[in-house]
């Protein structure tokens, strides 16, 4: 990396950016709708927030990469965003589907702890976000932020939920609990190896 990128990588950057103004967007519409379903009882409601907030995080991931706009403050923008949503959207499902209560709590807790930890363990590196650690740590890249790693620990426990396999919708949320539990374990290496701790 030389100079000019890495004072890039460790800059703050813009705040008024599209793909921040996406994110803004994206939060306040899927939560809105989330509260609405909470409010009205409606499943057919939660699941459009849902599909507003995936849509919203896929939509201003790929602005910023297309307009160049990636910062790493929108990155911890991002990533505030989804634990917004996320919050909100499980316990409007919890509400709307008791039987979910178990996984919910075990998978929000993981997200909004456990991956919130790890997500802003960028922040010790000179890189953009969470998508660059391949640059620090390959395989913690790879189980948590490479795509297939980002569609199995969300979609994977809402899509065996989605389909009423609650046993296995826990499993998945036990094991994406053990990798994030093993990835925090290996950023903490990492940060004391390199005299970062």
Known sequence: MTANELDSAVRVGPVRT????????????????????????????????????WVGDILDGWAARRLRQETRAGAVFD?????????VLCLTLVTLVPEVAV???????????LDTMLSLAFLCWPVLSPNYF????RRVWWLNWSPPA?????????????????RLALGVALAVVAVKLWSAAEVVRLLARQGRA
Do not use: E, M, W
């Not at 103004?21 to 939560?31: G, P």
């Not at 990533?79 to 919050?87: E, G, K, P, Q, Y």
């Not at 996984?103 to 702890?113: E, H, K």
């Open 103 to 113: 996984v919910a709590v075990v998978f929000l807790l993981s997200f909004t702890v």
């Open 18 to 53: 599209v793909p921040n103004v996406i994110t803004a967007v994206r939060t306040i519409v899927a939560v809105a709708v989330g509260v609405a379903a909470l409010v009205t009882g409606s499943v057919a409601l939660l699941v459009v927030a849902y599909g507003c907030y």
């Open 134 to 137: 391949r640059l620090v740590d």
């Open 150 to 166: 980002k569609t199995v620990n969300t979609a994977g426990v809402i899509a065996t939920v989605a389909c009423g396999q609650y």
């Open 79 to 87: 990533i505030v965003s989804d634990r917004a949503c996320t919050a």
